[in-house]
C-alpha cells in the first residue's frame, strides 16, 4: 500500500550516487530506508534525505527483514508522521530527530 522505488528501478540503478538519492527523496518527499551509514551522517549534518529509516539489525536473511517490517509496520507508519529519522534495532525503533 505504499509507493517505492528501489535504487535498482532508477536510470543509474544500484549505481546511483547517494547525492542523486537524497536529490530524489527531498524533491518527492519520499523516505530513504538503508543499512548504509552514510546517509547516516547525510541526515545529521544536511537534513538530506527527506526522511529516513536506518536499518541497523546486523546480517539477518531476507524472510526475517520482512518479517521485522510486517511485525513494526503501523508503528514505523505512525512515528513517521511526526518524526524524520528512525533507526530500527532488534530490540527498539529509536527516534533521532
Sequence with gaps: GHDIIQTSELKTGNQTNDTEINAISVSEERIVITKDIDFYYSYISNK???????VKLGNISLSE??????RNLAKITELLIHHSFLVLEKNRIRVLD
Design 48 to 54: 538530506k534525505p527527506y526522511k529516513l529509516i536506518h
Design 65 to 70: 527483514l520482512k518479517e521485522y517490517f510486517r
